[in-house]
């Protein structure tokens, strides 16, 4: 088992920046694939941000692209979404999770997930 917990979250304005973090106990962080994934009031959970176990390489999701970035430190069993430039659409619970590859990250086809911190962006 691999338990999850966000932080971070909170209220900020268009415009600014927040970083979020997942802390991870429990199996070995660094065998996992992480990402990130978000659902704003009255929508699907979209995919946001993944990374590879190693940290290596990494994918998102267009509507972050170039204002988002998803980090990951193994020895502490942490990972992180650095957003800047936010937007009112941004609003959104986020959620980390942690699967087998970015593949099965990237689809949905996590093995864990965190509880969720709420990012609301005021306009």
């Known amino acids: 088992q691999v338990q999850l917990v966000e932080s971070g979250g909170g209220l900020v304005q268009a415009g600014g920046s927040l970083r979020l973090s997942c802390a991870a106990s429990?199996?070995?962080?660094?065998?996992?694939?992480m990402g990130w994934f978000r659902q704003a009031p009255g929508k699907e959970r979209e995919f946001v941000a993944a990374?590879?176990?190693?940290?290596?390489?990494?994918v998102y999701a267009d509507s972050v692209k170039g204002r988002a970035t998803i980090s990951r430190d193994n020895a502490k069993n942490t990972m992180y979404l650095q957003m800047n430039s936010l937007l009112p659409e941004d609003t959104a619970v986020y959620y980390c999770?942690?699967?087998?590859?970015?593949?099965?990250?990237?689809?949905?086809?996590?093995?864990?997930w965190g509880k969720g911190t709420l990012v609301t962006v005021s306009s």
């Open positions: 990374i590879t176990w190693g940290g290596g390489s990494t």
């Open positions: 999770g942690a699967g087998r590859s970015v593949y099965f990250v990237r689809t949905g086809e996590l093995d864990y």
């Open positions: 429990g199996r070995t962080f660094s065998n996992y694939a």
